[in-house]
């Protein structure tokens, strides 16, 4: 079971980049599947979450409006594509999975990919 993250890198303010997390060893449509970013210096804070039944969405106020998370199940991919960046978005961002609910936090999740750098300049 593994989850890999990629897509992140340096973005001016205003920019867009889409991040993806592909799995293998298990069907990701079956898992509820979180993006988390860290900041350092910061605990780690959810994202935008994708739920297995029905596809059901989350996303954390500060990104409303900016983030959109989704599914490419024929690729066992999700991805969350990011407009407007902001420089207060800059983190590393991480991918989780679990049969567990969107919301939840992320010491819940048991399967996680290896992170992306995320660096919007202002």
């Known amino acids: 079971v593994q989850l890999q993250a990629s897509g992140g890198g340096l973005v001016q303010a205003g920019g867009s980049l889409r991040l993806s997390c592909a799995a293998s060893?298990?069907?990701?449509?079956?898992?509820?599947l979180g993006w988390f970013r860290q900041a350092p210096g910061k605990e780690r804070e959810g994202v935008s979450c994708?739920?297995?039944?029905?596809?059901?969405?989350y996303y954390a106020d500060s990104v409303k409006g900016r983030f959109t998370i989704s599914r490419d199940n024929a690729k066992n991919t999700v991805y969350l594509q990011m407009n407007s960046l902001k420089p207060e978005d800059t983190a590393v961002y991480f991918c989780?999975?679990?049969?567990?609910?969107?919301?939840?936090?992320?010491?819940?999740?048991?399967?996680w990919g290896q992170g992306t750098q995320v660096t919007v300049s202002s």
């Open positions: 989780a999975g679990d049969h567990i609910p969107c919301g939840s936090p992320p010491l819940e999740y048991d399967y």
């Open positions: 060893g298990f069907t990701l449509a079956y898992y509820t």
């Open positions: 994708i739920s297995s039944i029905g596809g059901s969405t």
